[in-house]
Structure formats: structure tokens, C-alpha cells
């Protein structure tokens, strides 16, 4: 009877294939835990950073396996944290979670930041509409329509109001408006002056010389 037992929880008895898995589930535990871990405070930080919606603090103990009292206590002392030693940003605890923002009294550089980060990107239509006008100016919608073979409508005014074209007059016949690129548009690429640009117009055709058919009506 006692030799009965002793086989049946001798390491001998347990299927290889049973060791086998558990070995591997631990080692796998071992690789994602290895190396020293961040106290709890460093890892929330850096949970809140990667965020892009407010949080619920339960959510936040369970990814780090925490209570959920101890997380909430610890979200709010990072506030006054943040708020005591003046940062760019603040931990706010609105519809119903917690994120990070940026502080109010840093809103004219974010914007500033933000603003000129939009108008560093234009799009391909765009670039190529800002090409026509660069070497073709001054150009009317439609002329520059019957180069591209598309409405440009939209993408002049974006480039009107990225400040990188303007209106410079109208055209006699037609009275259509004249657009042209303005001093910053030299400065955004870095030239004094038009003659500067790399020498591309002759791949354009010239917007006098087209046909009516192939001229936008837009104006």
C-alpha cells in the first residue's frame, strides 16, 4: 500500500511531456520578467505616456498588477507632483481615467509648434500645384487646372492659407485672380530669390498656350 503511493508522486511517474511544458512555460515566464523591474510609480509613467484616451484607474492596477486603491493614491500624488514642480504637462483625472496633457500656460508654443508642423506637410497635389505657380506665375486657377488636368481649387486656397501663395492680380482678359508664391515660400526652401529655382519650368507647359478644352472653368 505505502509502495503504491510512493509510485504515484515519484518525479519518475510524471509523463515527459507534462515536465516538458512546464520547464517551457517557465522559462518563457523568466525571459518576459528578466532583468531588474521598475518600482511601480516608473512604470506607471510610463503607461500614462503611451496613452491616447483617459485611462480608468482599474485598468491601470490590473496592467500593473496592483491594487487598485494603491494605483489611484499613487496617480494622484503624481499630480500634485507635477503640479508643485511646475512641468510642461499635468495628470488630469477627467471621464473617468487619467492622462497626461499639456499645461494651459504652454498652449501659445504648442500651438506655434503644431501650426508650423501642418504647413511643413503639404500633399503631392498640393506640391505639384505649388510647383505650376512657382514656374509659371502669375497663373490663374484654370491655367493652372489645364496643367494638372484636374480642379485645383481646394489646393489653392490650402496654399493660400499656408502663406506659401498669394494673390498678385488678375488676368486682363478674363479677370480671373493671379496667384504667385510669396516670400515664404523662399524662405520654407531656403532660396533669395525665383532665379534660384532648379531649372524645371520647361517640362511645364505654358498655361497661355493651351487649349480652351483643356482649361479648367474654374477661375
Not at 78 to 91: I, K, T, V
Not at 105 to 124: K, L
Request: hydrophobic share 35%.
Amino acid at each position: 500500500m505505502n509502495d503504491e503511493h510512493h509510485d504515484s508522486v515519484d518525479g519518475d511517474s510524471i509523463e515527459p511531456d507534462i515536465l516538458e511544458v512546464v520547464h517551457d512555460e517557465s522559462e518563457e515566464a523568466s525571459d518576459e520578467l528578466s532583468g531588474p523591474l521598475p518600482d511601480v510609480r516608473t512604470a506607471l509613467e510610463a503607461v500614462l505616456l503611451v496613452v491616447d484616451e483617459p485611462v480608468a484607474e482599474v485598468v491601470l492596477a490590473q496592467v500593473l498588477e496592483r491594487p487598485t486603491e494603491e494605483v489611484g493614491a499613487m496617480l494622484r500624488e503624481l499630480a500634485a507632483d507635477y503640479d508643485q514642480q511646475g512641468r510642461g504637462f499635468e495628470l488630469r483625472n477627467v471621464s473617468g481615467g487619467w492622462r497626461l496633457y499639456t499645461r494651459e500656460s504652454c498652449a501659445p508654443y504648442v500651438e506655434r509648434f503644431v501650426r508650423d508642423g501642418q504647413q511643413a506637410r503639404i500633399t503631392q497635389a498640393a506640391l505639384e500645384t505649388l510647383a505650376v505657380v512657382a514656374y509659371r506665375q502669375p497663373v490663374s486657377r484654370s491655367r493652372i487646372a489645364g496643367i494638372r488636368g484636374v480642379n485645383v481649387d481646394a489646393v489653392v486656397r490650402t496654399l493660400v492659407s499656408r502663406g506659401l501663395i498669394t494673390e498678385v492680380g488678375t488676368e486682363h482678359e478674363s479677370g480671373a485672380i493671379l496667384y504667385g508664391t510669396t516670400p515664404y515660400f523662399l524662405e520654407r526652401l531656403g532660396l533669395d530669390d525665383l532665379d534660384a529655382l532648379p531649372p524645371l519650368s520647361d517640362y511645364l507647359p505654358d498655361p497661355y498656350t493651351l487649349d480652351e478644352d483643356d482649361v479648367s472653368t474654374s477661375s
